[in-house]
């Protein structure tokens, strides 16, 4: 979805837009991101996956669900197992956090993935010595 040098997002559904907003923040920044949306879980994407780690060095996956046993969980291992090599900084998740979802709305904007999260992770993987 848009071509970059220094970390990849991957991100599906209502995430891409997150990812969106935090790659044009990004980029006023000197960070560029490549973002992939694999579109479908299964078959998934590995080859694309893991030619844009090749490329950045760097991960940060985007998903709506929990951290654990989630897409999220399985692009990073599939990563770990078949791109370590590739890897400049240790991949990073933005997720739910492992709670139940709250009920107050506003609430609720933070328990999602948003731009800033992201943003936050992206720094931190590229900032990583």
Do not use: W
Request: overall charge negative; proline content about 8%.
């Amino acid at each position: 979805m848009r071509e970059g040098d220094d970390v990849t997002l991957i991100a599906m559904g209502g995430a891409i837009l997150h990812a969106q907003a935090a790659a044009e923040a990004l980029a006023k920044d000197g960070i560029e991101c490549d973002i992939v949306d694999p579109r479908t879980t299964s078959p998934l994407d590995e080859e694309t996956i893991l030619e844009s780690v090749e490329n950045t060095g760097r991960l940060v996956i985007v998903d709506e669900s929990p951290p654990r046993c989630s897409l999220a969980s399985d692009i990073a291992s599939i990563v770990a197992d078949k791109g370590f090599k590739s890897l400049k900084a240790p991949i990073k998740k933005v997720t739910c956090p492992h709670t139940p979802v709250p009920f107050a709305p506003s609430l609720e904007d933070e328990f999602l993935p948003n731009a800033n999260r992201i943003i936050a992770a992206a720094k931190n993987a590229v900032d990583y010595a």
